[in-house]
């Protein structure tokens, strides 16, 4: 298959595209030495061709794909969008609109949770994908003919896919639901990797008040440094490292090399430096300004609720035939079993109509659940 190089061959197979009421999409990349994604191909199809274009050219310009991804005449077809459109974001500063989701499609439609391409294309396209091309380097050139022909299949197919749950949609009545997710994925906040916010993603490893405040700069320090030097927050400092600093809190160059996990020379380099700096303006914050510290979880006091809510979280999702996941996650849960004015989505548009006024009947006695022929049934 042509694989396109030039940005005037790009910007003609854009024009076709768009006289289409719905182009899929999707891409190849890498990630595993940078911090950043690597663009290394992008796929597209309307119900009438297939394009495949080298992001890698150098007489390439994206700027007509990025033209038809804010087209709102066309809608654009992903499958488990997130990164797919992170790449959109970062190297457009666009974000593809309108905007379908097949994976949350499916989910609406009863396919269970986060279900994988693989099997739409399976259940719905009747056609099977042959993965063994997935893992391959998409950066080399020239690209197997193998390599072109998995890339194709990944939005050929995705045509028959889209349009079949959009059908079910429309029949279902249920187009707000998977709206409303995708308002969500077309928000460019969902993208933005902020590094004063780093630190969330091990404050669960946190067992003291005084480790918080080193644990927020330190990461912080380490997310900028990874942006800076594109390349993984692993090969600046491990998660192992980055949480014996924080336990430890070392304020000399001595205690820092004390500490095993830390890799021999880190504490007189410059990255040391900047570790023990990012410690001593943690020492300078105000206790009284810091987030609270979530504890351990363990049994919640609310342990019972906590389970009626999950075997009714169930209940509803098999009456309704969607996933579990779509409807309400286990905090969700958790913040409703313990206080019925949490601000979670399980609580708020379409989900509070389908599951959570019947969360909070339950919880107040005015709902009960009982068994009828081996099922849990909303009595």
Known sequence: ????????????????????????????????????????????????????????????????????????????????????????????????????????????????????????????????????????????????????????????????????????????????????????????????VKPENAWQRLKGRVRKARELPILMEVAAWREREAQTRDVPRQRVLKDDALMDIVQRGPRSVEALAELRSVPNGFERSRSGGEVLAAIERAAAIDPKTLPRLERERGRPTNAAVLDLLKVLLKAVADAERVAPKIIATGDDLEAIASDELSEVPALKGWRREVFGEKALALKNGRLALRIERGRVVVA
């Open 1 to 192: 298959m042509h694989l396109i190089s030039t940005t005037a061959e790009l910007a003609a197979a854009c024009e076709r595209l768009a006289t289409h009421p719905f182009v899929t999409v999707d891409t190849e990349f890498l990630r595993e030495t940078t911090y950043y994604p690597k663009l290394c191909l992008i796929q597209l199809a309307s119900p009438e061709e297939a394009v495949l274009v080298d992001p890698l050219a150098p007489e390439l310009d994206l700027a007509p794909f990025f033209g038809l991804m804010v087209d709102d005449r066309v809608v654009k077809v992903f499958h488990a969008a997130r990164q797919d459109i992170e790449i959109v974001w970062l190297l457009g500063r666009v974000l593809p609109t309108p905007l379908f989701d097949t994976q949350v499609a499916a989910m609406v439609c009863g396919y269970g949770d986060s279900v994988g391409y693989e099997q739409l294309a399976n259940d719905l396209a009747k056609a099977r994908i042959d993965k063994s091309s997935r893992f391959t380097d998409w950066s080399r050139r020239p690209l197997t003919e193998a390599q072109l022909a998995y890339a194709e299949s990944d939005v050929t197919h995705l045509r028959e896919i889209y349009l079949a749950l959009k059908a079910d949609l429309d029949a279902s009545g249920r187009e707000a639901w998977v709206a409303e997710e995708m308002a969500v994925l077309s928000s460019p906040a969902t993208y933005e």
